[in-house]
């Protein structure tokens, strides 16, 4: 255990979310916790990292040096955590129990057994065999990897041959081949798995209202630190707004909250936070799951701040080192709060990107608010059949807060007016 007053906590593979959540929130944290960041980033690793090794570098490096280790990282960091803490005797999950979380197969078997009026119908498939001798798929159907990012090559499919093209096309194998060598070697070398990462999972096509269900697993508990509506672009899957609190009724949320306290205790999550997309169908008040994050939700953890008074990363800290954060609802300086995902949906350059001076600038309009431009001056943003939603590019992230959507709505405007961004339209 470190000797000084602070209690140090480890980011592994830190995020885009990280420093500026953590600096946020920093005044309600800073004589507690010293922060440190371990090399690579999330966006830095690569295809062919050894990861093992830094697993047991980084254990042996700081074994008595740290009082937690987390990550906000759904690839690999929330694993590597589990792996490091596990070695090194500190709070947090084991790996194999964060990879059946996230893992959607294995999740997917958790959940049928927890909640199976809340899991979908599903089946694992496999590339590499032909697919009459996997059939029959009941399509329509949405296809996605068993272990994926974002919602990059997750689509609907209405039939085989779009199914074999899909799952033959080039960057489907090369997700298989190059994306998925990093997992695989953590199921081969932190599980008793036998599925790896070169899997997708076919699932009934879902519909009605979606969330996320953000909370956290401690001392044989599940606390729920908030439910956010997934707003959707009109005939598309991009997300176009994150907002919390959700709009649902307390009937329904409530019921959701149930779901998820089954599903993660079922699982064995301990100091851990998780993130459970669901999905409400009114038409037949049914609820279902659509995946499972065993991680802080680094993009909404300020949301629950500014409604809430208590950001994720904080929660995600005192989990790490055998606290627990309590919670207290409505103690925030807003009514509602927004995380909005900034997209182009035809091919475009990017003619100007703001600088950091206009960041600032918008940053400052209105209290609480923080933007992650992810585009620079000159860049194109194209080829999206392949990438991320299949539909669009996110070309920035704004976090606000006002006292009611009217409001929100106007703020988001000026903020987006002071960023500046201006595109040109490139031939398809």
């Known amino acids: 255990m470190p000797s000084n007053s602070k209690k140090k906590v480890l980011f592994v593979f830190p995020t885009a979310w990280d420093r500026r959540q953590l600096d946020a929130c920093r005044p309600r944290w800073d004589e507690q916790f010293e922060i440190l960041f371990a090399d690579p980033s999330d966006a830095e690793c690569p295809y062919d990292f050894d990861i093992l090794g830094f697993i047991e570098e980084t254990a042996a490096r700081y074994r008595g040096r740290i009082a937690g280790v987390t990550s906000s990282s759904d690839y690999p960091g929330a694993t590597v955590a589990g792996a490091i803490s596990t070695r090194l005797g500190l709070p947090g999950s084991p790996p194999e129990t964060i990879i059946r979380c996230s893992h959607k197969y294995y999740s997917r078997l958790a959940q049928r057994e927890a909640a199976p009026e809340a899991t979908p119908g599903f089946q694992l498939v496999d590339p590499r065999k032909p697919l009459e001798e996997q059939g029959p798929f009941p399509f329509p159907l949405f296809v996605k990897p068993v272990k994926g990012a974002f919602s990059v090559l997750a689509r609907r499919i209405d039939g085989l041959p779009e199914l074999r093209e899909f799952l033959s096309h080039p960057a489907t194998q090369e997700f298989i081949s190059h994306y998925m060598r990093v997992f695989n070697k953590l199921v081969a070398g932190v599980t008793h798995l036998e599925i790896n990462g070169c899997y997708f999972i076919a699932e009934e096509l879902l519909r009605g209202v979606q969330t996320t269900v953000e909370g956290f697993a401690s001392g044989g508990e599940v606390e729920i630190l908030g ?202």
């Open 227 to 428: 439910i956010v509506d997934s707003v959707l672009h009109p005939g598309s899957n991009s997300f176009a707004q994150f907002i919390y609190p959700s709009s649902l009724s307390a009937v329904i949320l409530q019921r959701m909250a149930e779901i998820a306290r089954r599903v993660m205790l079922h699982l064995g999550l301990a100091n851990t936070l998780f993130n459970i997309e669901m999905i409400y169908d009114a038409s037949r008040d049914a609820i279902r799951i659509i995946e499972i994050n065993p991680r802080l939700c680094g993009q909404f953890a300020d949301l629950y701040e500014k409604v809430d008074g208590t950001n994720g990363y904080e929660v995600a800290l005192a989990l790490a080192t055998g606290g627990r954060r309590r919670l207290k609802k409505g103690s925030g300086g807003y009514s509602i709060a927004a995380s909005v995902p900034l997209r182009v949906f035809d091919p475009v350059e990017v003619n100007r990107a703001p600088r950091r001076e206009d960041v600032r600038a918008a940053e400052a309009l209105f209290p609480g608010t923080l933007v992650w431009p992810e585009c620079e001056t000159g860049q194109e943003l194209a080829d999206f059949a392949w990438f991320e939603d299949g539909q669009s590019a996110r070309y920035g992230i704004i976090n606000l807060g006002a006292d009611d959507p009217a409001s929100l709505a106007a703020r988001l405007d000026q903020v987006k007016t002071q960023l500046g961004f201006r595109f040109s339209p490139l031939a398809r």
